[in-house]
Every structure is written in C-alpha cells, then in structure tokens.
C-alpha cells in the first residue's frame, strides 16, 4: 500500500515539474523564432521570468522524494546515467543564468548570444528529458546488484545493450520537445497580446499536426519495444480511459485554440501531458525500472522501497509541505495573472 | 588517481563553490529584512531604494546559487550512489523537506519580492521579504540537518538489506549536533552579508559618492558585523567546539595538531603538522588552553591522536589543521575590526576613517575563506567515515562511474563554474557601479515605448 501511494506521489511531482517547467522551456525554444525585436523579445520573457525558477523546484523537490522514497532507484538511476545527467545539469546551470543575465546586459551582441544560449539550452533541455523517460520505459541494462553505466549511444537499437540514445528515445526526445513547445506556445497566448500572441497562436497548428503525429508514432513504438507495457491496461480495462483522455485533451487544444479561449487551451494541454506521463507510469507499474537484461533483474516497487517508518513519517510532513507548496504556487500565479509586465523595475 | 578520490574531489569542488553564494543570500535575506523594516517604519524612500538594491544583489546571487545547487542534489547518486541507497530514507527526507519546505517558498516570494511590487501592498512587500529570509534559513537547516546525522548519527535503525531508517523524525531533525552547527554556521552566513554590506558602504564613501547609502550600509553592516562576529565566535564556536571534542575525538586532535595525549593541552597557534615524526613543527604554542577551552579546566586530559587507531586519523590531516587554524584566525580579525568600527561608529567618526574604511573594503572576501574553511573542517574531520562509525567514505562512491569519467565530468565542472564565476564578478561589479538611485532608463527601453 506505501508502495503504491509513493509511486503515485513520484509520478505527482513529475507531473507537477513537466507542466510547470514545460512552459518555460518551450517558450525558451520558441522564443528565438517568435519574438522579431527586442520589445517583443522582453515579453515573452517576462512572461516567465517571476516563475521558472519556481517551476524548477519541482524537479528537486521530486528528486528529493525519489530520494527517500526509492533510494534504490535513486542510486542505480542517477548513477547509471551519469554522463546525460551531468550534460543536463550543465545544460541547467547555462540556461538559468543566460536568462538572468540578458536583463542586465545591454549589449547586443552579447544579449543576442545569450538568447541563442538560452533556446539552445531549452531545446537540448526537452529532448534530454524526453529521451530519459524512454530510457526507462524501454529498460536499461541492470546487473544482479542493480546497478548498470549506459553510455551515450551503441548501435541505436534498443536491444540488450542499447545506449541513452537509439531510435526508441530519439523519438521520445522529439515528442517532448514538440509536446514543451506547444505548451509554451499557448502559454504566450495567455500572457502576451498583440501580433505577438496572434504569432504563438498560429504556430500552434503546425506543431499541433507534430505532436499527433509523434504521439501516435511513441505508442506504437513503445508497445514494440517493450509489450508488457499494455499488461497494466488488459488486468483493468477501465484504465483504458487514460489514452481517451490523451485523444480528448489533444481535441481540446486544437478545438480551443481555434476558438481562441487561451487560458482553456492552455489548460488542455496541461492534461494532455498528465495523460501522457500517468499512461507511462501505469504501463511500469509495478515496475520502476525494467531490465533489458531480463525481468529478473527489474528493479521494482517492493526492492526499492525504504523502510516502512520512514514512509510513514514522510506521509504526514510531505503531505503538508505540499499543501502548502501548492498554496504558494497559486498565490504567486494569482499575482501574477494576466498580461505579463514589461516595465518591471527590478532585473 | 582513484575513482574514490574523484568523487570527494566531485563533491568537494562543487560543494564549495555552490556555498560562496547560499552564505551571502542567507545573511543578506536577514539584512534586507532590517532594511525593509525600517523603511516601512519610518516611510523613508532612501532605505527602500537601499533595501531595492540589496534585493538586486540578492536576486544574482540566488540565481547562481540555484544554479549551483541542482547539481549537489544530483551528485548523491550520480557520485555516491552506494551512499545514497543505503541511506536515503535517513538523509533522503531532510533533503526532501529542503525542496518542499524551502524552495517553494523561497522562489514564490523571491519572484513577488523582485518582481511583484507594482502589484502588491507596501505591507506586502515586506512580508515577501521575510518569507524570502525564513524560506533561506529554513533550506539551510535542511543541509545542516543532513550533514549532522553524517557527523553524529541519531535515532536510526538498519532493515535487514543493510538500509539504514528513521526512528524518530524530531529526533533528526534535533539532533543536538545539528543544533550547534545550525547557530554557528548560521552566523557565518550573517558575517560574510554584513562584511560584504559595509564593504560596499566603505567603497562608495572611499570613492566620495552615494554617500547617504554608504552610511546605510556602514552603519547596518557594522553593527549585525560586530553582533555576528562575536557570536560566532561565543557561544555558537565555543559550544559546537566542545561538542565535536567529545563526540569526534580524532578530529578535534588533528584539528588541533594534538599528537600525544596530555594532560593540560596547550593550544598551538601557528605551527606546522608533521604526520611522519608526530609532532609540530615550529610552533607557538598556549600552554593549558586547549584543556580549559574544551574542559573549563587547565588540567584536564586531552585525548591525542596517539589513542586513535591509525586507520581512523582523518586522512588529510595537515589540510585539517590549517583549514581549522584559517577559520579561527580569521574569526579572530572579525572580531578585532567590528569592535574598532563600531566604537569609531558610536563617536562618529566611522565615515572619516579612511583607514578603517579601507580595511572593511578590503576584509569582504575574508568571511567567505572563513566559512569555506570551517566547512572543510567539518568535513575533513570526519574522515575516514561518510556516516562517522558506521560506513567509511571507501565504501560510499558509486563504483560504476569509472575514475575517468568523474574526471571528465569534474573538469566539465571547472570550466563552466570558471565561466560563471567571471559572470557573477561582471553583474555585481555592475550593479555596485550603478548604486542604489533608480537606473536612467536604458537604451533598450526606447524600443519598447
């Protein structure tokens, strides 16, 4: 029962980083195209300045629960895939201080680089992100002891012995990427106006017309690369209502995006990706990381969990941390509603 | 090298530059609470334009800090993950709380406090403040929190796959060790922002220019100066001192540079440790103090590191000693500066002093050699244990990462902390040279008009 509320609790904050830091990321790979001068570039900046920072904290504040919950997991995971990792933290570090810092420079070139710093950054950010998620969902290569050290490529195919990248988490990292941008792209419809806002809310179409097409393509490709990924689905088929809710959030987006209801649309999204990530979650379950070196060596829920006392005691402060998190979050987007300012004194 | 010796490098170069920044946000989140205080007590626009620019500072700083700090997170398992599976549901759940306790709050009220005063109450503003500086103290207690159950684990106990559990959740969170660390490094932190605070100050008086400000910053980085220094040292030190030396015997002894055990151990205060011949060389030495500083009494026994098995000396001993002789003497300074500041504050004369002036411009970076060697003191002295007692540091990297590669990755690390470093040196260089009057509208903003 602790194992299946702590799964759950995990996927919750994962849930909670993607939608959240998903929107500043894509608007990070969108920015670049979007914005044509510098006043268009600072809006669209504004618009996530006050909160990614906030939004990133769901990834440490998920980490840490791994952390505790799962140190097995934690362990094996973290160092196994040590090299994408420490890219990703690198990746990390430049994108928060290229954003920070082209507010203080007034340097053109300099500005212009730092932007390009920060797209690049949020682009190799998703597809990174995208791509791990595969790698889980496809299954690394565990020793007996539960461990394993991927490294970055072998010959693309996802056997047993594939690298972080083959063409199974290629195509994960793309759907992130192409999922993020269209995220962030509604969330400008939102915070700014003018050609702007009309500019996000036309590139919606074509990257609508992507992330069907990769959706599709992923949930082909994950039910060959790894079946037993519908076992979940077959046990209890009213879980099938998740990929409905995919399909219907999808409609959502395209539908009100049309119907120019941004803040709805936005919000569309938002489940789509729940969709998407609780849909992995239950294909693993009660698996957290598969063995492609055998099913023997998965580790799973009952090896990984930490002591019972531990779980219990981390109920009780973690479900009133959240809550309180949570209230700090919609306080802060409360403040911060509507049209992002652009003659904020401060940075 | 070895891959073991790769990993503490990991984590120890990481480490120490991430905390350059958490101690000055910690201590300045407190001085712009006092700003903001008497701002909104007196209506005085001069101490909110003051208490702006502090929180611009603060803003870089805690960008960089944050930065900086994912990766600590990360390296546990990434670097040390033998560590982490066996103690993650110990160490996990403060870590944890650091995120969901801190973090949040911290980031909610930093975006309102620097972006959101145009939307919010003066009231408000102030309050964002506050929950910024309890949000920044309550993250440092987390760290200290976990470092302590490493220094002097409590109120655990082992499942039967070797992990270690929580017993009892108060009981970790006041672990007594973490409690005097807590106090101690806590006012470190407030060192290292009101020395960087009255640096600043002293450097716009030395420079003859925003000379209101200037006498904000001396006055109020003085007297929390004074107030810090003094606290540091008694009773937080003097307390957490006498702690480590009855439960850490081998590290107060190679800290100290105490060879053999003595009855009325004197205190060396310069000297050079010898681990091949066992003693000190050249030293100058205090006799009976060490015996009085630990034990309140001249006589009393001082347990040396003759009655520790060898394998148990903290394995970079003379790095120990100096690192620990650094912090104190340093301390020492502190002290002797804030006491002549802050009398030359009270007859007035503190803003003529160009001597004095240039001594506060010049002490900033101290606080922060200060605090970085305190730490390694800390962390050296638990040497050769990750979880002191129970687990040695041998047996607590991630063995599948190859030496090779965490020197890859180390080197990677140089690098990009080397860049930000000069970045971080360029926006506060900047911002010190733009002051706290409201900016002339820069050049870009024409474009948005």
């Given at each position: 029962m602790m194992g299946f509320i702590w799964f759950w609790l995990v996927a919750v904050m994962i849930v909670g980083y993607v939608v959240l830091d998903g929107f500043d990321l894509g608007v990070g790979v969108l920015h670049l195209f979007l914005a044509r001068n510098e006043a268009e570039r600072k809006a669209t900046l504004a618009s996530i300045g006050p909160v990614w920072d906030?939004?990133?904290?769901?990834?440490?504040?998920?980490?840490?629960?791994?952390?505790?919950?799962?140190?097995?997991?934690?362990?094996?995971?973290?160092?196994?895939?040590?090299?994408?990792?420490?890219?990703?933290?690198?990746?990390?570090?430049?994108?928060?201080?290229?954003?920070?810092?082209?507010?203080?420079?007034?340097?053109?070139?300099?500005?212009?680089?730092?932007?390009?710093?920060?797209?690049?950054?949020?682009?190799?950010?998703?597809?990174?992100?995208?791509?791990?998620?595969?790698?889980?969902?496809?299954?690394?290569?565990?020793?007996?002891?539960?461990?394993?050290?991927?490294?970055?490529?072998?010959?693309?195919?996802?056997?047993?012995?594939?690298?972080?990248?083959?063409?199974?988490?290629?195509?994960?990292?793309?759907?992130?990427?192409?999922?993020?941008?269209?995220?962030?792209?509604?969330?400008?419809?939102?915070?700014?106006?003018?050609?702007?806002?009309?500019?996000?809310?036309?590139?919606?179409?074509?990257?609508?017309?992507?992330?069907?097409?990769?959706?599709?393509?992923?949930?082909?490709?994950?039910?060959?690369?790894?079946?037993?990924?519908?076992?979940?689905?077959?046990?209890?088929?009213?879980?099938?209502?998740?990929?409905?809710?995919?399909?219907?959030?999808?409609?959502?987006?395209?539908?009100?995006?049309?119907?120019?209801?941004?803040?709805?649309?936005?919000?569309?999204?938002?489940?789509?990706?729940?969709?998407?990530?609780?849909?992995?979650?239950?294909?693993?379950?009660?698996?957290?990381?598969?063995?492609?070196?055998?099913?023997?060596?998965?580790?799973?829920?009952?090896?990984?969990?930490?002591?019972?006392?531990?779980?219990?005691?981390?109920?009780?402060?973690?479900?009133?941390?959240?809550?309180?998190?949570?209230?700090?979050?919609?306080?802060?987007?409360?403040?911060?509603?509507?049209?992002?300012?652009?003659?904020?004194?401060?940075? | 090298m070895t891959a073991e010796l790769i990993h503490r490098l990991h984590f120890a170069f990481t480490v120490t530059f991430h905390y350059l920044f958490p101690q000055l946000t910690m201590g300045l989140a407190l001085l712009i609470v006092v700003l903001k205080s008497v701002a909104l007590k007196t209506g005085s626009e001069q101490w909110d334009r003051a208490a702006r620019f502090w929180g611009r500072i603060f803003g870089i700083n805690f960008v960089f800090g944050v930065v900086t700090g994912i990766p600590m997170e990360f390296e546990f398992g990434t670097n040390w993950a033998r560590f982490s599976q066996l103690s993650g549901g110990v160490i996990g759940q403060p870590l944890a709380m650091e995120g969901v306790f801190s973090f949040f709050l911290e980031s909610a009220f930093l975006g309102l406090f620097l972006y959101g005063e145009k939307r919010i109450s003066k009231w408000m503003h102030w309050f964002s403040a506050v929950m910024v500086f309890i949000g920044s103290w309550i993250s440092g207690f987390f760290i200290i929190v976990t470092d302590a159950w490493m220094q002097h684990p409590v109120a655990f106990d082992r499942l039967p796959n070797g992990q270690f559990q929580v017993l009892s959740f108060w009981q970790l969170l006041l672990n007594p060790w973490g409690l005097l660390q807590y106090a101690h490094n806590m006012t470190g932190a407030v060192v290292t922002g009101s020395f960087v605070m009255a640096a600043v100050g002293a450097f716009y008086l030395l420079e003859g220019r925003m000379m209101g400000y200037a006498r904000i910053f001396l006055k109020v980085g003085v007297i929390a100066g004074l107030i810090a220094s003094i606290v540091i040292i008694f009773p937080t030190g003097d307390l957490h001192g006498k702690y480590v030396a009855r439960n850490q015997p081998a590290a107060?002894?190679?800290?100290?540079?105490?060879?053999?055990?003595?009855?009325?151990?004197?205190?060396?205060?310069?000297?050079?440790?010898?681990?091949?011949?066992?003693?000190i060389d050249n030293p100058i030495v205090v006799n009976d103090a060490l015996s009085f500083l630990i034990y309140g009494t001249t006589k009393a026994e001082v347990k040396g590191l003759d009655q520790i098995p060898h394998d148990q000396w903290p394995t970079a001993l003379p790095l120990l000693f100096y690192a620990y002789h650094i912090m104190a003497g340093l301390g020492t300074w502190f002290v002797l500066l804030m006491i002549v500041s802050a009398f030359l504050l009270w007859r007035q004369r503190l803003y003529q002093s160009r001597l004095v002036l240039w001594a506060l411009l010049l002490s900033f970076p101290l606080p922060y050699i200060a605090n970085t060697a305190g730490w390694m003191t800390a962390e050296l002295g638990r040497q050769p244990w990750l979880i002191y007692g129970l687990m040695r540091t041998s047996e607590g990297y991630s063995n599948t990462v190859s030496a090779s590669n965490g020197l890859f990755t180390l080197l990677g690390f140089m690098g990009i902390y080397s860049l930000l470093g000069l970045l971080f040196t360029v926006l506060i260089y900047r911002e010190i040279s733009c002051g706290p009057e409201p900016k002339p509208i820069l050049a870009d903003a024409s474009i948005t008009n």
């Open positions: 906030g939004n990133e904290v769901w990834l440490l504040a998920g980490g840490g629960t791994l952390y505790f919950a799962f140190p097995l997991l934690y362990a094996s995971a973290f160092s196994g895939f040590y090299l994408p990792l420490m890219i990703v933290l690198w990746l990390l570090i430049l994108r928060g201080v290229s954003l920070e810092l082209r507010n203080h420079i007034d340097v053109g070139v300099w500005r212009a680089l730092l932007d390009g710093l920060f797209g690049v950054a949020s682009a190799l950010l998703t597809i990174f992100f995208g791509a791990a998620l595969a790698n889980v969902l496809r299954g690394v290569p565990l020793q007996v002891d539960g461990y394993f050290f991927l490294p970055l490529w072998t010959n693309w195919q996802p056997g047993p012995h594939p690298g972080i990248l083959d063409w199974y988490t290629v195509i994960g990292g793309l759907l992130a990427l192409v999922a993020l941008t269209l995220h962030g792209a509604l969330w400008l419809t939102i915070k700014t106006s003018g050609e702007l806002a009309q500019r996000a809310r036309g590139i919606v179409t074509p990257l609508w017309f992507m992330l069907a097409a990769l959706t599709v393509i992923s949930l082909v490709a994950t039910i060959a690369v790894r079946p037993a990924s519908l076992d979940n689905y077959f046990s209890y088929p009213v879980t099938f209502v998740v990929p409905v809710g995919v399909i219907a959030s999808m409609a959502g987006v395209w539908l009100l995006n049309r119907g120019a209801q941004p803040v709805k649309a936005f919000l569309s999204s938002c489940l789509y990706l729940f969709f998407m990530l609780a849909g992995a979650c239950w294909g693993l379950y009660p698996t957290l990381l598969p063995a492609t070196t055998g099913t023997d060596r998965d580790i799973t829920l009952s090896r990984a969990i930490s002591g019972p006392h531990t779980l219990a005691v981390g109920l009780v402060w973690w479900g009133f941390g959240m809550a309180l998190a949570i209230g700090y979050v919609v306080f802060v987007y409360g403040k911060f509603r509507g049209k992002a300012d652009l003659n904020t004194e401060a940075h | 107060i002894a190679a800290m100290e540079g105490l060879f053999k055990t003595e009855d009325g151990a004197g205190m060396v205060l310069i000297g050079q440790p010898n681990e091949e011949t066992g003693q």
